[in-house]
């Protein structure tokens, strides 16, 4: 399990390198970025989290965490002595819109591979919770164990999000608001303790968004309740949101942030809140007929867990090839502009 991620990564970005090269040299290939209309229908398309897309998202996250550093008996956490390791996760997040009529009922599945600076050992002493890899748990208990960093990697526990939003929009002047709701689940599915939460999970989700002609903004809520699983495992009660705020000189460019902070309820008032800002930007390649968005982003930590293993720095990149579902207003427009 350890050599798969990487092997399993590789294999996903030469599936879609070729795949885009053989596009590309196609000389029949229509040349988006020549057509105005087309260009902006499949950029808003791609902006929308619910639009008739086939989404693969590749998303790879590095994260430097710190853990506090026990001082001495007396004073067993000092202030501004931590340890600072690198938590890494790749998540592929395929995507898949279904019409229900007026409305589009879109299903992510994010699959993610950890790896922690920590021995396998801990076991059911920390958890790793999807959605940008943090790191819970009760650090007075691995300060009595010796030498409890290492290395663990592995599969995760596995996430589905259903969101249902209107095919359209709600229009504003030169702008308009798009919003969407539905459930999202945690399932215990981690190759090994340390890597997962050990519990069934759920709760809603929700996204709501402002899309004018160069600013966009908004958020992307989960919130989640265990309700089955180890009862050996601490209960989960955790909030993970996504805000983002980008800037579009032009369609195929944005420039601005896309963090997720967490609020783990169930931590003392000090250790819930991890809250990133950042900055980065993406942009839309075309390769034939497959527009590809590429994007790299950096963030800190304002505020992060006091006295408990928080995120500080983090670098993130990904890679989102995109699909036009046949039946989508967007594959029309594409086949009434292809020669």
Not at 94 to 107: A, Q, Y
Not at 271 to 278: A, E, H
Request: net charge neutral; charged share 15%; proline share 9%.
């Amino acid at each position: 399990m350890k050599q798969f991620l990487p092997k399993f990564s590789l294999i996903s970005i030469l599936v879609i390198l070729c795949f885009t090269i053989n596009q590309a040299q196609q000389d029949s290939v229509f040349d988006y970025t020549k057509d105005p209309e087309l260009l902006k229908a499949i950029n808003d398309a791609m902006d929308s989290p619910v639009s008739e897309l086939f989404v693969l998202w590749n998303q790879f996250d590095w994260i430097q965490v710190t853990f506090p550093q026990p001082a001495n008996k007396l004073n067993p956490f000092k202030p501004n002595t931590r340890r600072a390791e690198w938590v890494s996760v790749y998540s592929l997040i395929p995507t898949f819109p279904i019409p229900l009529g007026s409305v589009n009922w879109v299903s992510r599945i994010a699959l993610q591979f950890p790896t922690i600076p920590l021995k396998e050992e801990l076991g059911k002493l920390f958890n790793v919770t999807p959605g940008g890899g943090a790191i819970i748990g009760d650090t007075s208990l691995v300060n009595t164990i010796r030498d409890p960093y290492g290395k663990t990697s592995g599969f995760g526990d596995m996430l589905y999000i259903g969101l249902f939003g209107p095919k359209s929009s709600f229009k504003l002047e030169n702008a308009s608001i798009i919003w969407a709701a539905g459930p999202t689940i945690m399932m215990p599915t981690a190759s090994k303790d340390i890597l997962g939460t050990g519990k069934w999970s759920a709760g809603p989700a929700l996204v709501l968004m402002y899309s004018g002609s160069n600013w966009k903004y908004g958020f992307f809520l989960q919130q989640w309740w265990s309700f089955a699983g180890d009862d050996n495992r601490a209960d989960v009660n955790m909030t993970n949101t996504q805000y983002f705020i980008y800037y579009s000189p032009h369609p195929d460019w944005a420039f601005g942030m896309s963090p997720n902070f967490t609020v783990n309820w169930n931590a003392a008032p000090e250790n819930q809140m991890t809250f990133p800002i950042g900055f980065g930007f993406n942009k839309t390649f075309y390769f034939g007929e497959l527009p590809v968005a590429i994007g790299a982003e950096w963030y800190y930590s304002i505020a992060s867990p006091e006295y408990a293993p928080g995120s500080r720095h983090s670098f993130r990149l990904y890679i989102m090839p995109v699909f036009p579902a046949p039946w989508s207003d967007l594959a029309k427009l594409l086949r009434e502009k292809m020669p």
